[in-house]
T-cell receptor, first 116, second 111 residues
């Protein structure tokens, strides 16, 4: 595998389900991101992990719970979601080169989530 | 709140035509990136510009960063159907983790 991979690519879940999205980066980067992409809206940054520490939580509802067990893996745990949470969830990674200085982001293919 | 406005939002042109996409903000960015995203896929990085006034070329694509580092443009010469996609600009500010993404320009090039 190369670059950034995400699984599953598609997910349909009910509002009472619990599911997890997985992201893995094979680039040796030390920062990882979760974004939400909805129709007709700019990409919304959800979470940032730098050196496995959460450094950004962009006012995301608690029904989204991130986990970063190591620098290569990032999870997004989902529970009791709402239909308006249906969107493309994108993972990205980048290399932190200094305090607050980040190199370009590389994105995975995304998980298309539908909440019924 | 930092915002990046892209124009036009939608563009449908014939193969062989030229086009320019604009990315504007009232904020100053330390760097700006352009991505292309195809349906069902994540954005793919095309270029990063970091210096005011900088011009970068990628085959038929020409990217320019404004002198004040608040705006950028993407010019495509002799567009081809393979250029079809969603073009996104993203601005980064040093000292933060945040990339501010533009509203996107959806381009369709007809054969």
């Amino acid at each position: 595998e190369t670059g950034v991979t995400q699984t599953p690519r598609h997910l349909v879940m009910g509002m009472t389900n619990k599911k997890s999205l997985k992201c893995e980066q094979h680039l040796g980067h030390n920062a990882m991101y979760w974004y939400k992409q909805s129709a007709k809206k700019p990409l919304e940054l959800m979470f940032v992990y730098s050196l496995e520490e959460r450094v950004e939580n962009n006012s995301v509802p608690s029904r989204f719970s991130p986990e970063c067990p190591n620098s290569s893996h990032l999870f997004l745990h989902l529970h009791t979601l709402q239909p308006e949470d249906s969107a493309l969830y994108l993972c990205a990674s980048s290399q932190q080169r200094g305090r607050g200085v980040y190199n370009e982001q590389f994105f995975g293919p995304g998980t298309r989530l539908t909440v019924l | 709140t930092q915002l990046l406005e892209q124009s036009p939002q939608f563009l449908s042109i014939q193969e062989g035509e030229n086009l320019t996409v604009y990315c504007n903000s009232s904020s100053v960015f330390s760097s700006l990136q352009w991505y292309r995203q195809e349906p069902g896929e994540g954005p793919v990085l095309l270029v990063t510009v970091v210096t005011g006034g900088e011009v970068k070329k990628l085959k038929r694509l020409t990217f320019q960063f404004g002198d004040a580092r608040k705006d950028s443009s993407l010019h495509i010469t002799a567009a081809q159907p393979g250029d079809t996609g969603l073009y996104l600009c993203a601005g980064a500010t040093s000292g933060t983790y945040k990339y501010i993404f533009g509203t996107g320009t959806r381009l369709k090039v007809l054969a």
